[in-house]
């Protein structure tokens, strides 16, 4: 169990799709704990494998804030099984560090995946939730997709990466989302309302989750 180096924006491990888990190993686990403390080290809310440069299919995820126990939660081999809704977001994500743009994002989201014990589950986040949001945000990183890939406005997203010494959003990673960009038509596109999966845990999203 140690707290490993989080893999920058640049490096290749995050756009290599990863590999599923074919067994629950010793190797597994402690690659588990490992996430968690990294993510708990860093404040952050979730954390993929490729982020500490394994690329298998892992995320863990933490939404509890303040003086809530500690709520750790572990996907392995998830699978997205629905989604509905939409909503802008705002993300951040420790592999980009202090850079936040809006995002697309469905509002629910529902994901069946083995905890640590290999034992199958089913969890639902709604209503542009942070568990929500925080789900889709990981299991993109298990794809090789990131956050910016979902950006609602390039020429901002390349202002702030730019800002923050970033390579520009690659233009032929912006995903095509209709369905999103048809939800979203009427909602602008506006930094700093909402909160950000991946980053600190602020006050704000404190009273955002309340
Ligand atoms: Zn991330």
Same mark, same amino acid.
Do not use: W
């Given at each position: 169990? #140690?707290?490993?180096?989080?893999?920058? =924006?640049?490096?290749?491990?995050?756009?290599?799709? #990863?590999?599923?888990?074919?067994? &629950?190993?010793?190797? +597994?686990?402690?690659?588990?704990?490992?996430?968690?403390?990294?993510?708990?080290?860093?404040?952050?809310?979730?954390?993929?494998?490729? @982020? +500490?440069?394994?690329?298998?299919?892992?995320?863990?995820?933490?939404?509890?804030?303040?003086?809530?126990?500690?709520?750790?939660?572990?996907?392995?081999?998830?699978? !997205? !099984?629905?989604?509905?809704?939409?909503?802008?977001? =705002?993300?951040?994500?420790?592999?980009?560090?202090?850079?936040? *743009?809006?995002?697309?994002?469905?509002?629910?989201?529902?994901?069946?995946?083995?905890?640590?014990?290999?034992?199958?589950? *089913? &969890?639902?986040?709604?209503?542009?939730?942070?568990?929500?949001?925080? !789900? @889709?945000?990981?299991?993109?990183?298990?794809?090789?997709?990131?956050?910016?890939?979902?950006?609602?406005?390039?020429?901002?997203?390349?202002?702030?990466?730019?800002?923050?010494?970033?390579?520009?959003?690659?233009?032929?990673?912006?995903?095509?989302?209709?369905?999103?960009?048809?939800?979203?038509?009427? &909602?602008?596109?506006?930094?700093?309302?909402?909160?950000?999966?991946?980053?600190?845990? #602020? @006050?704000?999203?404190?009273?955002?989750?309340?």
């Amino acid at each position: 169990m #140690s707290i490993k180096k989080v893999v920058k =924006y640049g490096d290749e491990t995050l756009r290599r799709p #990863s590999k599923e888990v074919s067994k &629950i190993s010793k190797k +597994i686990q402690t690659l588990v704990h490992d996430l968690l403390d990294t993510m708990y080290a860093k404040n952050g809310v979730g954390l993929a494998a490729p @982020q +500490i440069g394994e690329n298998l299919r892992v995320f863990v995820i933490d939404v509890s804030t303040g003086n809530q126990p500690l709520h750790p939660m572990v996907f392995i081999n998830p699978k !997205i !099984i629905k989604k509905s809704g939409a909503v802008s977001s =705002y993300e951040g994500c420790l592999s980009f560090p202090d850079a936040y *743009t809006d995002v697309k994002r469905y509002a629910n989201v529902m994901v069946k995946a083995l905890d640590i014990h290999g034992k199958p589950f *089913t &969890i639902e986040g709604k209503d542009g939730s942070l568990l929500a949001r925080a !789900i @889709q945000h990981e299991f993109d990183h298990l794809d090789g997709v990131l956050f910016i890939d979902h950006c609602r406005n390039r020429f901002e997203a390349d202002k702030i990466l730019s800002e923050h010494g970033l390579a520009p959003v690659e233009g032929d990673r912006i995903l095509d989302e209709p369905e999103l960009d048809k939800a979203l038509e009427s &909602i602008p596109a506006n930094p700093g309302e909402t909160v950000l999966p991946e980053g600190q845990n #602020s @006050q704000k999203e404190d009273e955002k989750v309340d």
